[in-house]
């Protein structure tokens, strides 16, 4: 499974941003997937992570009800949208695919979990 990831950019505090994640070679719909991110001088953390259906989806608390995951298997795109954005939210954004049967309910967070991952794509938010 190919991942690219598009749609970051610069925004100012407060603002929104969309980030896109497509896939190649294989379809998602067989795949959890996640949205992780990473700031310069900082480890990669998990933000978000839905199931294969679509119907689950995880969040971490620092972007609960600002962050929202979805996915379009026809397309084989999963997406972030990004609210009410705030610097500390500046990293570089990469998605990425699971495919333990384990992570197809609910979802997996832990990046040990995870067998794909795009190349990344920069969010850098302006106070």
């Known amino acids: 499974v190919q991942l690219v990831e598009s749609g970051g950019g610069l925004v100012q505090a407060g603002g929104s941003l969309r980030v896109s994640c497509a896939a190649s070679g294989h379809p998602l719909s067989n795949y959890a997937m996640g949205w992780f991110r990473q700031a310069p001088g900082k480890e990669r953390e998990f933000v978000a992570t839905i199931s294969w259906s679509g119907y689950n989806t995880l969040y971490t608390d620092s972007v609960k009800g600002r962050f929202t995951i979805s996915r379009d298997n026809a397309k084989n795109t999963v997406y972030l949208q990004m609210n009410s954005l705030k610097p500390e939210d500046t990293a570089v954004y990469y998605c990425?695919?699971?495919?333990?049967?384990?992570?197809?309910?609910?979802?997996?967070?832990?990046?040990?979990?995870?067998?794909?991952w795009g190349q990344g794509t920069q969010v850098t938010v302006s106070s």
């Open positions: 990425a695919a699971a495919a333990a049967a384990y992570c197809s309910g609910y979802g997996c967070y832990e990046t040990s979990e995870y067998d794909y």
